[in-house]
């Protein structure tokens, strides 16, 4: 596949500040069928045409993803998504609640949508997202057309929520990326299933189940067991770092390093704390950076403190035990 923005084999990206001229640059790739990392307030993207199927497979290429996943199609305004997806009563008012913001909705596709099929994986139904982020806004109108974009790094990875951790693990299969600085939530988007008879959560993620519950004025049932294809993001070893985890460990053992939340045990070997605080807001910005900067000390075991599973506790504890499953 040729595409006019690849960069010479062996040239790594610097990632480049998000300004009005790189954010431009950023969308004359997008539109050439190139490959542009950008910042989200969730966590950094890989973003490409969704018009365009070749810049989308280049998607998969990139992420090495062992198959063809459905991607999130990332959109400036409302209006932009309903031309794409059928929206109905409880899609409408999650969007007027939430959007622009960190709420992904999966919805039945529109015949004529506008779309490369396999950003959808060829299902009958699109996730649509409409982000919050300056820059990633500024980039998809810039790009003027809706931009396929699975988080920014190789597949089963940890998600990245610094351009240096774009830089890292996708390197020269990028052909730029922008920097907006760290992702203010740090985690992915929450995705709610609404093509079906009820709404079901897909995926816990920025947006607190609780807030969502309260708009639709019911409990989400639960839809991550049932859906087909399972999401990446769904499967039990995922956001994978190099080091074995151990969950809920009060203080780490000889020879572990140690994540910590609230107030922390006297520690010898490597440790960050989440939140000293004890803060769910604070914990979620920092864990995939956290992960990360402790994986890189090679510890054989990374220990991690409890977290309590409310609020934003339950994606946090989501991600810990996908990133802690036997591979
Ligand atoms: O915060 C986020 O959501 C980030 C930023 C970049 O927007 N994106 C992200 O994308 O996390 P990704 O590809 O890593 O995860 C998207 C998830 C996948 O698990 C995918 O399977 C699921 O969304 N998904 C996409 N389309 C779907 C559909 N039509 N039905 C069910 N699940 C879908
Ligand atoms: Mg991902």
């Given at each position: 596949?040729?595409?006019?923005?690849?960069?010479?084999?062996?040239t790594?990206?610097?990632?480049?500040?998000?300004?009005?001229?790189?954010?431009?640059?950023?969308?004359?790739?997008?539109?050439?069928?190139?490959?542009?990392?950008?910042?989200?307030?969730?966590?950094?993207?890989l973003?490409?045409?969704?018009?365009?199927?070749?810049?989308?497979?280049?998607?998969?290429?990139?992420?090495?993803?062992?198959?063809?996943?459905?991607?999130?199609?990332?959109?400036?305004a409302?209006?932009?998504?309903?031309?794409?997806?059928?929206?109905?009563?409880?899609?409408?008012?999650l969007?007027?609640?939430?959007?622009?913001?960190a709420l992904?909705?999966?919805?039945?596709?529109?015949?004529?949508?506008?779309?490369?099929?396999?950003?959808?994986?060829?299902?009958?139904?699109?996730?649509?997202?409409?982000p919050?982020?300056?820059?990633?806004?500024?980039?998809?109108?810039?790009?003027?057309?809706?931009?396929?974009?699975?988080?920014?790094?190789?597949?089963?990875?940890?998600?990245?929520?610094?351009?240096?951790?774009?830089?890292?693990?996708?390197?020269?299969?990028?052909?730029?990326i922008?920097?907006g600085?760290?992702?203010?939530?740090?985690?992915?988007?929450?995705?709610?299933?609404?093509?079906?008879?009820?709404?079901?959560?897909?995926?816990?993620?920025?947006?607190?189940r609780?807030?969502?519950?309260?708009v639709?004025?019911?409990?989400?049932?639960?839809?991550?067991?049932?859906?087909?294809?399972?999401?990446?993001?769904?499967?039990?070893?995922?956001y994978a770092?190099?080091?074995?985890?151990r969950?809920?460990?009060?203080?780490?053992?000889?020879?572990?390093?140690?994540?910590?939340?609230?107030?922390?045990?006297?520690?010898?070997?490597?440790?960050?704390?989440?939140?000293?605080?004890?803060?769910?807001?604070?914990a979620?910005?920092?864990?995939?950076?956290?992960?990360?900067?402790?994986?890189?000390?090679n510890?054989?075991?990374?220990?991690v403190?409890?977290?309590p599973?409310?609020?934003?506790?339950?994606?946090?504890?989501?991600?810990?035990?996908?990133?802690?499953?036997?591979?």
């Open positions: 596949m040729t595409v006019g923005f690849a960069l010479p084999f062996n790594m990206p610097v990632p480049a500040k998000a300004s009005s001229e790189t954010i431009d640059k950023a969308a004359d790739i997008i539109r050439s069928g190139g490959l542009a990392a950008f910042p989200t307030e969730t966590v950094y993207g973003g490409a045409d969704a018009t365009n199927g070749e810049a989308v497979a280049r998607i998969f290429e990139a992420k090495g993803r062992p198959r063809f996943n459905p991607l999130i199609v990332h959109l400036a409302r209006e932009d998504a309903e031309g794409l997806a059928v929206f109905n009563e409880d899609a409408r008012r969007a007027d609640a939430f959007w622009p913001g992904t909705l999966v919805l039945p596709r529109r015949e004529d949508a506008r779309l490369s099929d396999l950003v959808s994986a060829g299902l009958p139904t699109v996730a649509l997202r409409v919050a982020n300056k820059t990633a806004r500024t980039l998809i109108r810039a790009a003027g057309v809706p931009i396929a974009a699975p988080s920014a790094n190789r597949s089963g990875r940890v998600s990245p929520t610094r351009a240096e951790h774009v830089a890292a693990d996708l390197g020269h299969r990028v052909d730029m922008l920097d600085g760290p992702c203010a939530e740090g985690l992915e988007s929450t995705i709610i299933g609404l093509s079906g008879p009820e709404p079901v959560l897909l995926r816990a993620g920025a947006v607190t609780e807030s969502i519950e309260t639709l004025g019911q409990p989400l049932a639960d839809g991550r067991a049932a859906t087909q294809p399972q999401a990446p993001g769904m499967l039990a070893a995922h770092p190099r080091a074995a985890l969950l809920d460990a009060e203080a780490p053992e000889e020879g572990e390093a140690y994540l910590g939340f609230g107030p922390a045990p006297p520690c010898e070997g490597p440790n960050l704390n989440l939140s000293e605080s004890g803060d769910l807001r604070e979620a910005a920092n864990l995939f950076a956290f992960l990360r900067l402790l994986d890189a000390q510890p054989e075991t990374l220990a403190a409890p977290i599973g409310h609020g934003l506790g339950e994606a946090i504890n989501d991600r810990l035990r996908r990133a802690a499953a036997p591979r």
